[in-house]
């Protein structure tokens, strides 16, 4: 989508309404999906399961065994649900061709029309279902908020969000809004100047850079005003916005920091409660979008007549604020690209996240055993499952070892996961 | 009757794959059922040693998913090759190399120069790099080798079925898997979950004679929903791709991309649809024939989408 | 001598069999010289000349591959040569962007008759060729596959 956004761009080009809101609604059932798969299938098994449950029992399967065959084919319905829209549109859920500069390949029928209604009125449904099993498993359970709100799992970082005109959570378009740790507005910028705020830092240790706010500058991993490491994702967006657009998202938006002590909410863990209420706020919108007037208008696109040039698409991926940069020749052919992917955006909050929490689970004495290492490894996923979709160059497993030192500097344990 | 024992893994891959097992939807109970799954990082909490511990052909079948770009992924194709019995190259990245071969435009250093240098947003005046091992205070941290060129894994590793898509359809894989737990597979070597013909003969479009005399691409044409899109002047890889998708593409209005890779018997899909766009040009004289094949802006781009590592020349020279 | 020089191309030569196959057998029967770098293969008919051959000439090492016809009306099978006419700029355009450059791969209309046009085309094909250096596909590009960091 942000793809489709930059080359908008690129040709100088604006979408009809229908374009517009048709790309809006297919992005919603992306969200809608994607956020289902992570919550379910890669968060739940942490929180549902227990983060200390056997490897071979903390998945998705699992969860299913744990909330019971009902509530899992409930899972399972609304996030194939939230694909067949997409398929929809775009001929195929995963990597649909709908988007051209200028709009979409295809209108919606009033028939298809009828079929995303249903479909998107049951995910609201499902996104309160959602919302509920999260209060009474994880919520419920006071060793669950204690770990989220504990100190291991929490740094105090910039945040980074894109926001329509009243500074509400948007996912397809707006402004980029920046906040301090205080939850003051620090920035807010059109996505086409992405270069003045934004700076990518090279490590040597690493194929994924790091990115930063260019205005505080890199001071290395460390969070703080002085540093210029900011998040993105659900917990960046719902701290760098003013709220959600839609009725049930703001409610539970307004119990998820009243709960959690307030804006911002600096603790990592709770990035998967702020990616349930953006289910609801997805399913709202997609529900909203599915009985507009205009949706089933048969114009949606505009074909571009400019020379195309150069131009910068900026949309909210599910994991984060996604920047597509493409400068092009006369023909449109792309000659130089450059991208910032939503998990890059917090490459070096999650380092920071994983030391923090390996310092905070292991004292002097600490065995490692592997509910430990799984614990450290929560740090890392409530961001991503993988690293591959910010890298597009390494597997996506998670190799990790942890070398315990003393305070001489004599290593005392060493434990690992996925590697050899 | 034992369960299976399936391992399903990713090497250079964009996640699709994941979301196309993902999509069998409710028959991944189904699949649970009759198989264990003993490996799928993105799923499953799991150790590389757990793999290195299995005796050879321990697993039944492996889904391999994603492109051959690091050594890693070299080091894993070669790892579960050893360690199961059948090897499914799955989805267009493991049979052809797919969207990340499309690097194979260029080598290791031109991609490096690209992102730790010119990229604007980068700021690394002390031109650093990435280095496969790294000395810090409290030992040495290592990186994959990332390599020249892209690989499918059939050049890395014997395969012993192919499952294309971008990703693959749902409906393909679950007939896939059917046939595996039947034990009903084809002879090793055969490309599965595909249709025999192309993707034209799955596509409602109606034909007639093709006679093109200038190519559009698609942001330039609002194309008639009934007729096929080549004979709009729309370059459509339909007739070099193997069927199997249903059009999928084609029923949201666009041109065929050729993910299904190339028709069986076809060595290499460009040339393929080289010599079925040239056979539509209507135009007899050289400068005419030019000014229609100026309308082509990219064939490598168009014509390898999916395939450059699988192609006859594999990569660009630089 | 310099290194360029002492390179011999080795040169694929795809010529129609009622024409420029025949040119070529009588510019050796009537003993007009031309280098001896081209290969040549017999092929039906231009229009059979494949562009998966090229590639395949140039994936197995070909240094430059020379595609020759019937000139155009002359075609045993009347559309053949239009047919390898309307295919040579598209591939011209796709194998430049595999990094090759374009006097490596040349389409000529030569008759049976024309021994003389033949053994030019050769010699001034070998020549560039030559000038060009080396392209050893085989070698020298999926070296790089191979190749570790
Ligand atoms: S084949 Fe397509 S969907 Fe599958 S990993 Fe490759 S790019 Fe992704
Ligand atoms: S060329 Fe494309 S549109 Fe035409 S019949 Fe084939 S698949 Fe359909
Ligand atoms: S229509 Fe072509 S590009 Fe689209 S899914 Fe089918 S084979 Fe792939
Ligand atoms: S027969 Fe000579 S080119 Fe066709």
Redesign the interface.
Known sequence: MASCKA?DAV?HVEPPPAGRKLRELFYSAHYVHSHI?HFY??AAPDFVVGPEAP?AE????GV?AKVGLEI??QV??H??YA?EIQ?T??????????G???GM??ALTEEERVNVEAKAKSCVEFGKLSAKIFNDVVLANKAYVDLILSDAYTHKTYYMGLVDASNKVNFYDGAIRVVDQGGREFGRFAPAD??EH??????????L?F?YL?KVG?KGFVDGPDSGVYRVGPLGRLNASEGMATPLAQEEYERFYATLGGKPVHNTLATHWARLVELLNAAERLYELSRDDEITEPKV?T??TARPTEGVGVVEAPRGTL?H?YQTDE???VR?V?L?VATGNNHAAICMSVKKAAQGLIKAGTKITQGIL?KVEMAFRAYD??F??AT????????LEL?V?DAGGQLVQRA????? | MAKLKLAL????????CE??V??L??K??DV?AAADIYL??????????DA?AWPDKFIDVCLFN?AI?????E??AKLLRAKSKVMVAFGSCACFGGI?GLAN?A??EGVFAR??G???????RDG?????S?A?P??E?T???????V?TLG?TVPVDYFLPG??P?AKQIWAVVQAIVAGQLPPPGSFVGVAEKSVCEECPRVKEEKKVTAFL??????PQPEKCLLEQGLVCCGPATRGG?GA???????PC?G?YGPTERV??Q???M??A???I?D????AG??KV?DQ??????T?YRFGLPN???????? | MSGENSFEPRIIGFLCRWCSYQGADLAGTSRRHYPSNMVPVRVMCSGRV???FV??A??DGADGVLICGCH?GDCHYQSGN??A???Y???M??LE????EKERVRLEWISASESEKFALVVKEMTETVRRLGP?E?NR???Q??Q???
Not at chain 1, 198 to 207: F, K
Not at chain 1, 416 to 420: E, G, I
Not at chain 2, 118 to 124: L, R
Not at chain 3, 97 to 100: A, R, S
């Open positions: 080359t040709y798969a299938a890669l490897p903390r998945n998705i399967l299913v899992g084919g399972i319905k996030r194939a694909q398929a549109l775009g001929g195929k859920a995963t990597h649909p061709v709908c051209l500069p200028g390949s295809k992405y270069l934004v700076g990518e830092r090279v490590e040597p240790w690493s194929y850079k990115p260019r890199w696109r074909i571009p920047f940069h023909k449109g052919l130089k450059n910032i799984n499952p993988c591959a979709c597009h160059s390494l597997p996506g497993e998670m190799p070398l030192y690992t996961q996925n590697m050899d | 893994y990713w090497a250079a891959t964009c996640g699709g979301v196309a993902l999509d939807n409710e991944i109970l649970a799928w990082p993105v799923a499953m909490d799991y150790k590389y040693k290195e994603g770009r690091n050594s890693e992924g080091h894993l990340p435009v080598d290791r992102v730790y010119e990229t604007p947003s980068t700021d690394n650093t790099r990435p280095q496969t790294f810090v409290e030992g941290l990186l994959p080798h990332f390599y020249d060129t690989k050049q971008c990703p359809a691409r698609p942001h330039q044409v609002i998708c999928q593409c084609i029923n949201a209005n666009m991309r993910c060595t290499d460009g040339a393929k080289l010599s766009i040239a056979s040009i135009a007899s004289d050289e024939v030019k094949v082509i802006v990219d064939p490598l781009g014509f192609s006859l020349l594999t990569r660009v020279r630089v | 494949d562009p998966t590639l395949k140039i994936a155009p239009f047919n006419m309307r295919r700029p598209l591939l355009k796709a962007q595999f990094g090759i392209l596909w020298r590009v999926f790089k596959g190749r570790k960091t």
